[in-house]
């Protein structure tokens, strides 16, 4: 699809007021985006795991006005509060996608919006949070106009979330999502996530990710100055030329179920990204003692027993650690006895692989 494409039509229906409510996980990416152009284009393709626990449930009420406003009209409450802190990223992403929801000034809103994942643990909130919106504002497009499609309504969701936070818009769908052109995916595109449509082996079904919270404070970097580091940045062609490359080998990886492979490309991501950022300028150095202690302390559990453990990092100090369901037990017993102390108060979140965003029902508030 095109981007025109999303750019609807006059739509047949009146909505006067309704409540519409989307729960979104977040995602945990293995081929990582990094380098952005204009207008949230990634500089190069990256797949996902979608998660499953990790989520923001969004309600949004909305009420027609009587004649379109010049300004967005609407209140944000966070776990039940206000947030007046939240209204200016609220503003730039429906400043965003107003060209493609034309009525988003004839409608006050009110946002009501919560994290499964407790605040500030340095989980990065903002692709389960753009998703979970552009879900709720798709449902109201939907009844304006009743006759779009599944597949419109899901491309368009990711479409918006991308325009919000660029990783967002791997968060519609599971359990595997690509977003970015890439030549040996067929249907890939910089404008949305897609399921991943190669074939996958069943070995990376109920996927384990169990997030260790090493540093709970707020990020040195915001993503969108990261990203920004990658203009100019001495190894840029070849950091992208290679995220193609790992999509590719990812290809036969998911297939065959080959793990000692797909360990060597998660890990080399992650590690990849944390060194673009030591090597911009300015450069950052995000990770702290202890997840190198972690990163350490897998490398020998899992030269120890050849289990197929794996880490991968986002642009933080906390670690996600990667497992297949079979190995579940020795991998959460060895993170207990082992990694738990080299947490923030002991903290981690245990997640897996989910299915993507779901739509709650809501008792009309009339
Ligand atoms: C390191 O999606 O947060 O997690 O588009 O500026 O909102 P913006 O960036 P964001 O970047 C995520 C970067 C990453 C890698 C990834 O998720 O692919």
């Known amino acids: 699809m095109t981007q025109e494409e999303f750019i609807p039509l006059p739509y047949p229906n009146t909505v006067v007021e309704g409540v519409v409510k989307w729960k979104s996980p977040s995602n945990i990416a293995l081929v990582k985006y990094w380098g952005k152009k204009e207008n949230q284009i990634p ?76 605040h500030s643990s340095g989980i990065a ?90 540093d709970k404070g707020q990020k040195q970097v915001s993503s969108t100055v990261g990203h920004n580091l990658m203009h100019n940045h001495p190894y840029a062609a070849q950091r992208f030329a290679q995220a193609h490359k790992n999509l590719d080998e990812l290809e036969t990886v998911f297939k065959e179920g080959n793990l000692k492979r797909f360990i060597e490309i998660v890990e080399s991501e992650a590690l990849t990204l944390h060194a673009m950022m030591m090597t911009s300028m300015p450069y950052f150095i995000l990770i702290k003692p202890n997840t190198l202690e972690i990163i350490n302390k897998i490398w020998e559990f899992r030269a120890i027993t050849k289990l197929n453990i794996c880490f991968t990092l986002d642009a933080g100090a906390n670690i996600h650690i990667l497992y297949p369901e079979s190995e579940k037990e020795q991998v959460y017993q060895f993170i207990k006895d082992k990694l738990v102390v080299y947490c923030e108060n002991e903290q981690y979140l245990c997640d897996r692989i989910g299915v993507g965003a779901k739509q709650i029902k809501v008792k009309s508030e009339k």
């Open 43 to 118: 500089a190069n393709p990256s797949i996902s795991f979608t998660l499953n626990a990790c989520a923001t449930t969004t309600k949004v009420s909305y009420k027609k006005l009587n004649a379109k406003g010049t300004d967005f009209s609407f209140d944000l409450f966070f776990e039940g509060k206000p947030k007046e802190g939240f209204k200016p990223k609220i503003e730039t992403f429906l400043t965003r996608i107003e060209e493609y929801l034309p009525f988003l000034k004839n409608y006050h809103f009110t946002i009501e919006t919560s994290n499964s994942f407790p």
């Open 125 to 214: 909130s903002s692709a389960s949070a753009m998703s979970a919106l552009a879900l709720c504002f798709m449902s109201l497009e939907k009844e304006l106009n009743p006759d779009m499609t599944a597949d419109y309504f899901k491309n368009k969701a990711s479409f918006l979330a991308r325009l919000g936070s660029g990783s967002a818009c791997r968060s519609i769908e599971g359990t595997l999502v690509q977003w970015g052109k890439h030549k040996n995916t067929s249907g890939s595109t910089n404008l949305y996530g897609i399921k991943y449509p190669n074939k996958v082996h069943p070995i990376f079904k109920n996927y384990h990710d169990t997030i260790l919270l090493v």
